[in-house]
């Protein structure tokens, strides 16, 4: 299985972190790029092929920049993961896909089971958010493989300290969700 890794946001920040919490010193972009680059290395050792690309040039809209959609799909990934930090006070995970009834909602529901598998017995607050419908994210739309964009949870909530703590148990989770994707093709 070759998968493609996409982890939010601006590579070193600029000019894009994604959410930020000052108090903590957390940047989005970090943690999305330690979480991807440990799930990569959880895949790699269960035998996938893993790419990882952290651009905020989804699309082609920031020229000069490595473009993510049309990388991913040049590089013959059987599935796409975009990995995200939420803010706006809320707490758990939810998982976007194009359409929750195709290939990619399965993903989409893998890894959200997974990862709420993982958390919710570190911390009772988790929220399972669900999966969701986004037809209209670059990297779900523009994408030629099932994809799906998680968002690990809120760095401006109590989930922060899973963020800070566990980035590697979410990263686990995260590969666990690809590979019980992968088999039900």
Known sequence: MNVFINPGHALGGNPDPGCVNQAENLRECDIALTVGSIMGKF???????????????????????????????????????????????????????????????????????QL?????PLDKGYLDRGIKERPSLCVLRETMMPAALVELGFIDSADVWLLKEHQEDMAKALALGIMDYWKTV
Do not use: K
């Not at 092929?49 to 040039?57: A, C, I």
């Not at 920031?62 to 013959?76: E, I, Q």
């Not at 709420?116 to 919710?120: C, G, H, R, T």
């Open 43 to 113: 895949l790699e050792e269960a035998g996938c092929t893993v790419s990882l690309l952290q651009s905020h040039n989804l699309g082609g809209e920031s020229p000069g920049f490595p473009n993510v959609t049309d990388t991913a799909n040049h590089s013959l990934a059987d599935a796409f993961i975009s990995i995200h930090v939420n803010a706006g006070g809320g707490r758990g995970a939810e998982t976007f896909c194009y359409w929750r009834y195709g290939a990619g909602g399965r993903l989409a529901a893998s890894i959200q089971n």
């Open 116 to 120: 709420v598998m993982a958390m919710q």
